[in-house]
């Protein structure tokens, strides 16, 4: 078996075991999605890069990273008091912002320096002729999608916006500005999941437009992981409950139960892998080897 089968073939299990521990809650294995991705690194290592060279290896840097900052920690059980106690909490735009960012700027960062990539190569031609009309149908089809993620975003945002008018008008005593604090922050906690999406959306109709169908899929799965980061993002926001109720990709999407308590994070984590390794093996395999001169006779 070649390595870069058997770098790819270890990623698969180590990602099974890093799913499998996010949906228990009990990681088989901490550094499991800092594995994965080193082996996406030495797969690319191993294979032939697609030129200029240095774009896989620093996309793949950056969610390395963000899985060496979100390894889980193992704590040693300890027994002792906890003082509970009510305390106002302040929360600004600013903390509700960086809450989002910190789950997405790892994907966001990825499709903007294969975006980079793409644009080093400039015109350079795909390696068969890409009829226009599946050009145009790339094209169409980002559009709608930025349309239905964007669209999302905006009816969670006014959902969040009547639940606070509503509880406004049921209680006298409540301020009025305060909706209008609360809704801000809904706007601001949704920015990072819609930069992930927008950046990998345009990243796919990119890879399609150049026939690189395996990598654009993986770009498109890369853009559905920002949609449940969206609803965890408004989640995080100090909001009243029944601003949650409408949350199509929330964390109780799927009802969790004693043995698999965290399904849609499970998910999201497997369909975010899938994601970073169509795009690295499509990017890989659709590397030709480098153009030979044409001697004139």
């Known amino acids: 078996m070649r390595p870069t089968a058997v770098a790819l073939l270890t990623a698969a299990l180590l990602a099974v075991g890093h799913v499998l521990g996010v949906l228990t809650d009990r990681p088989l294995l901490r550094y499991a999605e800092v594995l994965v991705v080193l082996l996406l690194l030495a797969y690319v290592l191993l ?23 979100t390894m889980p920690v193992t704590e040693p059980a300890t027994s002792g008091w906890t003082v509970y106690r009510d305390s106002p909490v302040e929360v600004d735009g ?6 989002g960012l910190a789950a997405t700027w790892a994907g966001t960062a990825f499709a903007v ?30 559009a709608l999608a930025v349309t239905l993620v964007v669209g999302y975003a905006l009816v969670r945002v006014v959902q969040v916006w009547r639940v606070l008018v509503d509880a406004r008008d049921m209680y006298d005593n409540s ?15 949704v920015v990072a999941p819609l930069l992930l999406a927008l950046a990998s959306l345009v990243l796919t109709v990119a890879l399609a437009r150049r026939a690189l169908w395996l990598a654009a899929g993986g ?36 009802t969790p139960t ?40």
């Open 47 to 69: 294979a032939r890069l697609p030129s200029p060279g240095w774009a896989l290896p620093v996309a793949l840097a950056v969610p390395a990273v963000d899985a060496v900052r």
């Open 94 to 99: 600013w903390h509700t912002f960086t809450e």
């Open 113 to 142: 320096v294969l975006l980079l990539w793409l644009a080093a190569r400039g015109g350079e031609q795909a390696r068969r002729p890409v009829p226009a009309v599946r050009r145009r149908l790339a094209l169409a089809g980002g």
């Open 175 to 189: 301020d009025p500005g305060e909706a209008a604090t609360a809704a801000g922050l809904a706007v601001v906690a």
């Open 219 to 254: 770009a498109a799965l890369l853009a559905a992981v920002a949609l449940p980061l969206l609803d965890a993002a408004l989640t995080a926001t100090p909001l009243p409950i029944a601003a949650y109720d409408g949350a199509l990709f929330g964390r109780f999407a799927i």
């Open 258 to 297: 004693l043995s698999m308590p965290a399904p849609v994070p499970a998910l999201t984590a497997a369909v975010k892998l899938t994601a970073y390794a169509l795009v690295v093996v499509g990017l890989v395999r659709a590397a030709g080897p480098p153009a030979q001169p044409v001697r004139q006779s």
